[in-house]
T-cell receptor, first 115, second 112 residues
């Protein structure tokens, strides 16, 4: 059912590298989100967007940045990756209340490991 | 602000036994409540939701949950679990704004 895609699925990189995690959805949803997931911990909201050219920081401080130039695309960038950035990153989207009744659609996630 | 507490980090259970995964929330305003399931190596998918109306909501795969406003709880139940129900389950709350707040998850292990 989900039409939201994340790439890559797994990423192992060295410290100091710049990386971009891709997220795309084909449902025309205005709202998009990035969550960070660590084992046994809450999913923490790190970024969200209401629509094109709108981005906000979430509840958990993050050194990553996001952009929303097109409705369907919401990439997350780390300018200089560190081992503390090792985590699972989940992208999600949601339509209007009438469209989706508050339901979030999730991608399969990107597991990032920084060595 | 809203918060969600999932009272059990892991729940082991034998196949065909009943199970209850507990969730409590706090909020100063009315909320929408959700349960999401995450199977290994997959994203989260919606199991069921409470928006309004009947406090007993039924979801996919035989799961149901009951909204209890006085106890601020939204426990998830299934009368008979299968091996395939092994997954992580997340309770979540939304106040109808842009944010959905998630609990820490409960890992359900179903043993043969």
């Amino acid at each position: 059912e989900a039409d939201i895609y994340q790439t890559p699925r797994y990423l192992v990189i060295g410290t100091g590298k710049k990386i971009t995690l891709e997220c795309s959805q084909t449902m025309g949803h205005d709202k998009m989100y990035w969550y960070q997931q660590d084992p046994g911990m809450e999913l923490h909201l790190i970024h969200y967007s209401y629509g094109v050219n709108s981005t906000e920081k979430g509840d958990l401080s993050s050194e990553s940045t996001v952009s929303r130039i097109r409705t369907e695309h919401f990439p997350l960038t780390l300018e200089s990756a560190r081992p503390s950035h090792t985590s699972q990153y989940l992208c999600a989207s949601r339509g209007s209340y009438l469209e989706t009744n508050e339901k979030l659609f999730f991608g399969s996630g990107t597991q990032l490991s920084v060595l | 602000a809203q918060s969600v507490t999932q009272l059990d980090s892991q729940v082991p259970v034998f196949e065909e036994a009943p199970v209850e995964l507990r969730c409590n929330y706090s909020s100063s305003v009315s909320v929408y409540l959700f349960w999401y399931v995450q199977y290994p190596n997959q994203g989260l998918q919606l199991l069921l939701k409470y928006l309004s109306g009947s406090t007993l909501v039924k979801g996919i795969n035989g799961f149901e949950a009951e909204f209890n406003k006085s106890q601020t709880s939204f426990h998830l139940r299934k009368p008979s679990v299968h091996i395939s129900d092994t997954a992580e389950y997340f309770c979540a709350v939304s106040a109808g704004g842009f944010k959905t707040i998630f609990g820490a998850g409960t890992r359900l292990f179903v043993k043969a």
